[in-house]
T-cell receptor, first 113, second 114 residues
């Protein structure tokens, strides 16, 4: 059974700082890994999707990497802004006949102006 | 806006009430999902529908009853809920069931059971 861990559970940084969020997983037989953002009381917004054959994906100030052999993914946020404050979740799409996605609990990020 | 809408956004109901949650997607997707998000727990997949047929039921209690009348609409009928059912209920859709497809989420319904 896939288990997903996100550390730290919460993070507070000053505006402008570069930061890294971590996601680790136990089963490397994955189809893809997705990073989401969730604002308080809201749904999830997809940020980046990495297929299992890829090593990283970039979108603007965000860069996500995937290392299946070590069971790790990182989300790098450059030059953080107060608007980046949210909870960030990683989700693993597992191998299988149809889509099964396992989510982490998330890292709550606060960027202080 | 992700193209997935949910109503109502907030719902308070007693344990003897019957209510329904509605989800609509405007993306032309063929698969739709219900998730439950409780505090300090990861999202739990409840139901999966593909082309209006249920393909997954993750041991969800029968007090939750899903309905998918067409590929654009998904309902979750609720009756005799328990206080521990209070949570954020999220609907999602994707082009198909393969894991290579991204899921697009609605804003959720915040449910409180009193």
């Amino acid at each position: 059974k896939q288990e997903v861990t996100q550390i730290p559970a919460a993070l507070s940084v000053p505006e402008g700082e570069n930061l890294v969020l971590n996601c680790s997983f136990t089963d490397s037989a994955i189809y893809n890994l997705q990073w989401f953002r969730q604002d308080p009381g809201k749904g999830l917004t997809s940020l980046l999707l990495i297929q299992s054959s890829q090593r990283e994906q970039t979108s603007g100030r965000l860069n996500a990497s995937l290392d299946k052999s070590s069971g790790r993914s990182t989300l790098y946020i450059a030059a953080s802004q107060p608007g980046d404050s949210a909870t960030y979740l990683c989700a693993l799409g597992n191998s299988g006949g149809y889509q099964k996605v396992t989510f982490g609990i998330g890292t709550k990020l606060q960027v202080i102006p | 806006e992700t193209g997935v809408t949910q109503t109502p956004r907030h719902l308070v109901m007693g344990m003897t009430n019957k209510k329904s949650l509605k989800c609509e997607q405007h993306l032309g997707h063929n698969a739709m999902y219900w998730y439950k998000q409780s505090a300090k727990k990861p999202l739990e997949l409840m139901f999966v529908y593909s082309l209006e047929e249920r393909v997954e039921n993750n041991s969800v209690p029968s007090r939750f009853s899903p309905e998918c009348p067409n590929s654009s609409h998904l309902f979750l009928h609720l009756h005799t809920l328990q206080p521990e059912d209070s949570a954020l209920y999220l609907c999602a859709s994707s082009h198909g069931l393969a894991s290579s497809y991204e899921q697009y989420f609605g804003p959720g319904t915040r449910l409180t059971v009193t």
